[in-house]
């Protein structure tokens, strides 16, 4: 018996049981098995070798030396091949773990940024070849890296060969999107479902005239939602995702995934046909490749997440992004007031143990401002006031401000608004550098810091941005350029410097003084059993709103994290956490019952028990 039968004998009848509720066809069952298979003894030996380490250690995404970062492949080295040749920079980081931005073949230029594929199995001639990324993943792998790649699930580009046969009149492929003849239905249909975009693509359908039909369109006109309802699409999407994981690749970000399926008199999101097709997908990926991990794209309220991983029993996704984390922390920094932080840290502490979140500052997308505005009334603070707060104070139009930043996807009717920027820029490096003004450099790199070492400290894993590593600033030349300067996202997604990387090693640069600091938080989180799975993790009361604390234990060790959002000293005083504690950071012995911390502190304090 093979590895894949064993794998197969197990989870067979789940996986037919869920195939026949929602499809009921019995032949495409047999067409998805056998294309299993087919993936299966395609796949090489190296990576059945690192499908049984997998399988004998399911939770290595957990340890602490998980270390991410995220960056699209051509601003950083321009393709594939060239790298292959960085990689000595990234395992200098100890990166574990590397997200590169959508690099699937699209249509130039309206893509998305690459969400817009047009074919499922081939790299982007403009990134290289699909030999290329197989040298890569198989390089990374020998460095203990992992690749993680977008699927875009949901959608295909309107150039793709399923729509160019649909726009032919091929009905086989028309059945492949969610068309209607008239407008009555998606009409219909918008009343319920929320827009994406409402300021820049309005509405969830556009016309076709080619088919003289309306489509799905949920995110722009040249995405076309897939029709889940067809096994056909589902079988192919699968078949696509495992001929990705014989590449290489050992992380599928599922994008998109509450939108898979669309139900007349319902918003469309987070259905329970999703549920039955992610977890279709992870039997799917646990026969053929175990060694695949999940990661969905859920930007969602913490309540609403739960259900994406599924039970233990029955899991989905392995790992979430956590994105109301980011926002809530950028919040309490402008607002100095960790209340929300510290409320929507409580909700994911109490999700089940297996829910395991990728935590992060920046990434390729905006800060959407989506606070739990219930909680906010509770503590006075006006939602929309607010929210305007945020996005005027990161873009460096409120007074006082320190960061800058870029307004995006304004909305004139809601007044509601999103943030662009690096995080260095919106740290305050930038201001403080435009300025020559060394004190306010300063200022700059400890709130970076200590926004990077709170995100680090939470329960998961992290993921850096690239370019933070270095304090990398916001760049603006996308505004000369016609193709780009009507998306203010473009200001963080900027060419890498290369220049500046090599002021990591100069002392006193603002390059050194950020990875030097990243590297002994890093360090710290690699070597600490506290950062382990399986770890208690909760946020403790401070006594006081402007320092939040986290507090890692083990049946040996405690470990206090203190972080102060404010630009002045704040007293804090723990309960029940006594004796004397090592502070990580500086070497000193400190007391973490009472002290008092200096503006925009950062602590990481062990004892060890007995």
Same mark, same amino acid.
């Given at each position: ?15 037919? %049981? ?122 990374m792998r020998k460095r203990g890296m992992s690749l993680c790649l977008d699927f ?10 399923? %729509? ?36 820049? %693509? ?134 100095? &007031? ?23 500052? #920046? ?19 006006? %939602? ?22 870029? #307004?995006?996807?304004? &909305? ?33 790199? #400890? ?45 963080? #997604? ?46 403790? &009361? ?69």
């Amino acid at each position: 018996m093979t590895a894949y039968d064993r794998r197969m004998a197990a989870r067979r009848d789940e996986l037919e %049981a869920l195939y026949m509720e929602l499809y009921g066809d019995r032949a495409m069952l047999e067409d998805l098995e056998g294309r299993m298979a087919e993936a299966y003894a395609a796949r090489s030996l190296g990576l059945r070798r690192l499908d049984g380490r997998r399988e004998r250690e399911p939770g290595w995404y957990r340890r602490g030396n998980m270390l991410g970062m995220t960056m699209y492949t051509d601003l950083f080295a321009g393709d594939l091949q060239g790298l292959l040749g960085k990689l000595d920079y990234l395992s200098e980081q100890n990166i574990t773990y590397l997200h590169l931005m959508p690099l699937l073949k699209m249509p130039h230029p309206d893509n998305d940024g690459g969400y817009a594929v047009e074919d499922f199995g081939l790299v982007d001639p403009s990134l290289g070849t699909n030999e290329d990324l197989a040298r890569l993943t198989a390089a990374m792998r020998k460095r203990g890296m992992s690749l993680c790649l977008d699927f875009v699930l949901n959608h295909t580009a309107d150039t793709h060969d399923w %729509a160019m046969r649909a726009k032919a009149g091929d009905q086989a492929y028309i059945d492949r999107y969610i068309c209607y003849d008239t407008p009555d239905i998606p009409r219909e249909m918008e009343k319920t479902i929320p827009d994406v975009f409402p300021a820049t %693509a309005p509405g969830s359908f556009i016309y076709v005239p080619e088919m003289k039909k309306y489509v799905c369109s949920s995110f722009h006109p040249y995405q076309w939602d897939l029709n889940y309802r067809n096994p056909a699409v589902f079988n192919d999407m699968a078949a696509a995702m495992l001929k990705l994981a014989n590449m290489g690749v050992e992380v599928m970000r599922v994008d998109a995934t509450p939108y898979l399926w669309k139900e007349m008199g319902t918003t469309c999101r987070n259905l329970p046909q999703v549920h039955t097709i992610m977890r279709m997908i992870r039997l799917i990926t646990e026969c053929v490749c175990p060694g695949v991990i999940l990661k969905g794209e859920v930007v969602m309220a913490p309540k609403e997440l739960a259900p994406y991983f599924g039970s233990l029993a029955k899991p989905e996704c392995h790992i979430l992004y956590n994105s109301s984390t980011m926002c809530t922390q950028w919040s309490a920094l402008a607002s100095g &007031d960790i209340r929300q932080l510290k409320h929507q840290l409580d909700e994911l502490h109490s999700l089940p143990e297996h829910c395991v979140f990728v935590n992060y500052l #920046r990434c390729h997308d905006d800060i959407g401002w989506g606070l739990n505005e219930e909680f906010g009334w509770s503590i006075g603070q006006d %939602a929309l006031a607010h929210k305007k707060y945020l996005y005027e104070f990161y873009e460096g139009s409120f007074p006082g401000s320190w960061a800058r930043g870029e #307004r995006y996807n304004y &909305d004139p009717v809601t007044q509601d608004a999103r943030t662009c920027g690096t995080t260095a820029s919106l740290c305050g490096v930038e201001k403080g550098l435009a300025e020559n003004d060394e004190a306010q450099v300063d200022l700059g790199i #400890r709130r970076d810091l200590m926004m990077h070492a709170a995100m680090m400290t939470m329960a998961g894993f992290p993921m850096l941005s690239s370019g933070d590593e270095i304090g990398q600033l916001n760049d603006y030349g996308y505004r000369d350029d016609p193709a780009r300067r009507e998306d203010s996202r473009n200001v963080h #997604r900027s060419i890498f410097s290369w220049a500046n990387a090599a002021k990591r090693t100069e002392a006193g640069t603002v390059q050194q003084r950020i990875w030097d600091g990243l590297r002994q938080l890093e360090a710290i989180r690699a070597s600490e059993p506290c950062f382990g799975p399986n770890v208690w993790v909760t946020t403790w &009361d401070t006594h006081n709103d402007h320092v939040l604390a986290l507090i890692h234990r083990t049946e040996a060790e405690t470990l206090v994290g203190l972080f102060n959002f404010t630009g002045a000293e704040q007293d804090v005083s723990l309960d029940a956490v006594e004796g004397d504690f090592t502070d990580l950071i500086t070497g000193e012995a400190v007391r973490c019952d009472s002290r008092t911390l200096a503006p925009w502190q950062y602590s990481l304090c062990r004892k060890t028990e007995g």
